[in-house]
């Protein structure tokens, strides 16, 4: 008996699927034990007509639209109540949600209405026999937790991007295959290629069109989203709209060098050693992790990562940050990364390519008069 | 009002961390264990409340072995009024869907107006207890809240959510109600010296885990395991001083300098 795989979509301001629906969706394939396992991504909103219709164009989805007035906005007790009744009446093996903040926010009361499992912020995943195991990260990262599902139907959600750039923590499994020390058929399965090479375009329109033709082993979706409505919700939770970020300087976009100040340095009164790093590079700005933030030894529009800003500088300098992936989100499309930690396991130095393990207050003052010498030594050289 | 905090013990995970010979467990070096951050906020609202709603009373509520009653002592010293602590014994750490469950048995019907959580636990990172529990108790339920704000009335609460990139969502929502909070609503207090006093005799409430109805468990940990270090990363080598001359000089030859 195949039992199937959902998808909950969701669309993007513009009224497009919104990209992390697609990374869910190649998330979902390859989750299958076969081509033939039916995926159905269900799309819940007000005004998804277009949006829906254009998931159908994706082969091997079939797409139910949920319109509703009660959904026109997003809300945990709406998505919950419009979802949980139609997937209580399926055989559903996964439904994969995205681990962004309304996925985080209505999967765990979801899986508990439906007596589903609950396996959140997941980065990857192998095939067993008994099928997926998933993989995510424990104590801001140092370790990764490997974790199965035990009922008949399980929650996933799917942290975004963390497939994008390939390089998600494998298991000691691959590299036991990878060393010929193990010859089961174990596979760990990250997302295909054309979804973690680059990154998801924003509008995802042609990459749908494009994909079609790529993807191979899927049959054909149907021509057209199916499209149910809701009645009227009644809700105690009563949305009153979004408030834009505060729109402050963009000092950080336009920064080649990025020395960026974690809870590590330990007090504000540190952060002007990292004012004196960054005035030896040109173009050089500070940034914070949010613990920095959360201090108020930086103000907030420092702050990178997922809820802060996304910056992809020439050269990230961490300095006592420990590598939660809330923070990566927003950093690891640096060109050059050196990570400063006393700790050795600390998960910045996974995504550096140079790690210093050293005590920060003792270190930067050192690095900061031998970046001096060098760059007097270029200017004597220059003259 | 009468509020509920919820806050977890996490080992502080700056300390050296192996893995037991089950692979399922772990130990941290030093057995250094903490209030998770992201409670701290949690506990520092529910304090801010009970100043601006006098006749608040505010409960600590952990789940956890023996050691955990630190958390819920720290709690006291920072100036919750009452603590419980929902013995669950074991070393091996229960899953969100456990803990929720249980806080559910015991709280149901409690008659608590406002029930607080930290968004995510700093070691699981699971960010789901809060909102498993909400939903056993029927609540309606925020998480990642930034701001909260109570009118004068006490019928309603007033929130906004953090969404990606710093966007804000306001809703309003009945009391009673759940709040997962991020960090930096607040900043969190220092502990007073009465209050440090009182919390070391206060007595606690214990409630075995054993005696409240069995929790589902819907899901197994496997394996855990340190990820190796990436291929590409360069350890640098030496003495302070030399390391910082081999990072100088790396930034010279990649033009950084
Ligand atoms: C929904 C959500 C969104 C989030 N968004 C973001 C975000 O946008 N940006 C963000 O940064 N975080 C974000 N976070 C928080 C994130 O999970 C981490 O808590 C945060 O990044 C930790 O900051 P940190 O690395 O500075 O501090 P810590 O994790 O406390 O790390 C401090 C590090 O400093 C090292 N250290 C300590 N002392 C020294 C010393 N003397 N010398 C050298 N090293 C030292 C330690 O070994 C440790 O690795 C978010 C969390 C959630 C739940």
Known sequence: MNAEIVVIAEVAAEGQPAPVSLELIAFAKSLRRNAAEPIRVFLPGRGIGAAAAELARLPGVAVTGIEGESLASYSAEAWKEALAPLLAARKTRFICVS????????????????????????????????????????????????????????????LPGAFRRGDAPSSPMDKARKDGTNTTQNETVLLPEEFRRKEIPPTGVTTLKEK??????????????????VPDIP????????????????????????????RGIGGEENIELLRRLAFLFSRAAIGASRAVCDAGWLPCRYQIGQTGKTVSPRLYIACGISGALQHLAGMRGSQYIVAVNRDPQ??????????????????LPLLIAACRKHREGAAEAGR | MKILVCIKQVPDAEAPIRIGADGRSFAVTGGAWRMNRFDEFAVEEALQIREAFPGTVVEALSVGPARAAAVLRRALSLGADEAIHILREGEEEPLPGEVAALIAAYVRDRGYDLILAGVMAEDDMQAQTGPMLAERLGLPCATAVVAETIPP???????????????????????????????GINRPRYPALSHVLRARTQPMMTVRAGDLPAPPRRERVVLLFLPAPAA??????????????RLAELFREKALL
């Open chain 1, 99 to 158: 681990h962004n903040a309304n996925g985080a926010d209505f999967a765990p009361g979801l899986a508990v209405r439906l007596g589903a499992a609950c396996i959140t912020a997941v980065e990857a995943f192998r095939i067993e026999a008994e099928g997926p195991i998933f993989s995510l990260s424990i104590l801001k990262g140092k370790l990764q937790m490997e974790i199965v599902p035990e009922a008949e139907t399980a929650v996933v959600t799917l």
């Open chain 1, 212 to 229: 079609k033709s790529e993807v191979q082993g899927d049959r054909a979706g149907p021509p057209a989203a199916e499209m149910i409505s």
């Open chain 1, 235 to 262: 809700l105690k939770t009563r949305p009153l709209g979004l408030l834009p970020a505060p729109d402050e300087a963009a000092d950080l976009a336009a920064a080649e060098v990025i020395v960026s100040a974690g």
């Open chain 1, 346 to 363: 600390a998960a910045i130095f996974r995504v550096a390519d140079v790690a210093v393990v050293e005590e920060l207050v003792s270190f």
């Open chain 2, 153 to 183: 009335n006490g019928m309603t609460i007033r929130v906004e959510r953090e969404l990606e990139g710093g966007l804000r969502e306001a809703l309003e929502m009945p009391l009673p109600a759940l709040l997962s909070l991020q960090s």
């Open chain 2, 232 to 245: 590409k990363t360069l350890f640098l080598t030496g003495t302070p001083a030399e390391k910082a001359e």
